[in-house]
């Protein structure tokens, strides 16, 4: 009989240990909760390489990833502040030059003035690794993304409101190669709402995005064009019944770029999601979508995103529960237009997940999850095909 790998040794320790610790536990606070957590995946094409391609040997690999942090939820007179502190330590049994340490700290202010005026002040900061779906590279590339945000609604009618914000975000990237992505996100909108006695919200909204990239030219040649796209959408979140809810954002887009203005588009754009649950224990999410998105890969900078997902829970009882999800993308890539136009364009994507998920006590949680994700990539931009799946399982406990 093999003996059982150090890192799965480990694991099972730690997930004992947590258990243990859940069903020790006490209240510490009822505003401020610590909690820990221990994961370990398999994946079979970790850097999501093609099938065909020569000279690695390697493609698997298993990853462990400890947590350790704190939810804080705490009134303050008519306002509420919420937020949350993690860190985590994440190690690759191969691949270890990719070991890092991750952080995620966010926090919010639901502040409220009189009867009418209400908003959200808050800001995010995240430290983690950079996907390998753009970038297939075994060099380590974290990507820091600081985000702050505010926002404010004037209910001046008991039906109607008036909304406005803004939210500036930014991506920071580790490698050299990478750092030609490194840009600025603002967003900035502002619309009305007519608030319906049944609980729906139906509005319209205009927004603005500004995109600037840091470092457009690298002295590669690669180039990255700074754009300004001004939305006008619909802003519906509809009560349709006691078991049915739709969310809309969806409207007409205009992008325009700094540089290239040959690249310039227009025309629908928005995401609709449907939650449905026609059981008590059984519920579906339908999401479809038609959006801009930036591509984090040296060759190209942006696409134009449409997709939808399907996503089921099921509560098998009351500590278990079953989940799966399927979900669909096509990206159509934005091309400096220096030849003739006559080539595809695009690449899809293909993903499904099913797991399930058990919870001893109300303050612990084991799940057990199993993914495969296959692309059909384009040659021209370099976006590789690959197939990959793998098989994750967590523990945690909240004190």
């Not at 409101?161 to 990237?173: A, H």
Request: net charge positive; charged share 20%.
């Amino acid at each position: 009989m093999s003996s059982i790998p150090p890192s799965r040794l480990r694991l099972l320790s730690a997930a004992v240990a947590l258990l243990a610790c859940a069903c020790a536990r006490a209240e510490i606070s009822d505003t401020i909760h610590p909690y820990v957590a221990i994961g370990y995946t398999y994946d079979d094409n970790l850097l999501r390489l093609p099938d065909n391609i020569t000279g690695i040997t390697q493609r698997s690999d298993t990853i462990t990833q400890a947590q350790a942090g704190l939810i804080v939820d705490r009134p303050i007179g008519r306002q509420r502040l919420t937020g949350s502190a993690k860190v985590s330590r994440v190690t690759f049994d191969h691949y270890d030059e990719l070991d890092y340490n991750g952080k995620d700290f966010r926090g919010d202010l639901a502040w409220q003035l009189g009867n009418r005026f209400s908003g959200n002040l808050g800001g995010n900061y995240q430290q983690t690794l950079t996907p390998f779906t753009d970038f297939h590279t075994s060099d380590r590339n974290l990507r820091v993304q600081r985000q702050a945000y505010f926002n404010g609604a004037w209910r001046f009618h008991p039906s109607w409101q008036l909304r406005g914000g803004q939210t500036r975000t930014r991506f920071e990237y580790e490698l050299l190669a990478q750092s030609v992505n490194n840009r600025e996100e603002t967003l900035s909108e502002f619309g009305f709402d007519y608030l319906a006695p049944s609980g729906s919200r139906i509005g319209l909204v205009a927004r603005r995005f500004e995109g600037e990239y840091v470092n457009p030219l690298l002295s590669s040649g690669i180039r990255r064009d700074g754009y300004t796209q001004d939305e006008l959408k619909a802003n519906v979140n509809w009560q349709f019944s006691a078991v049915t809810q739709v969310q809309v954002l969806a409207g007409y887009v205009r992008r325009n770029y700094e540089v290239f203005s040959n690249r310039d588009s227009s025309g629908p754009n928005g995401r609709v999601t449907v939650r449905w649950a026609p059981l008590n224990k059984v519920k579906f999410t339908v999401d479809g979508w038609r959006n801009f998105a930036a591509v984090e890969s040296a060759i190209v900078s942006n696409s134009l995103n449409t997709g939808g997902s399907v996503a089921a829970t099921w509560s098998i009882s009351s500590k278990l529960q079953a989940n799966a999800s399927l979900r669909r993308e096509r990206r159509e890539f934005e091309e400096l237009r220096t030849e003739v136009n006559d080539r595809d364009l695009t690449d899809r994507t293909r993903g499904a997940t099913l797991g399930l998920t058990y919870a001893p006590t109300l303050s612990s949680q084991l799940s057990l999850s199993g993914f495969r994700d296959n692309r059909d990539g384009n040659s021209v931009l370099r976006t590789s095909s690959y197939r990959a799946k793998g098989l994750s399982f967590n523990a945690s406990v909240q004190f």
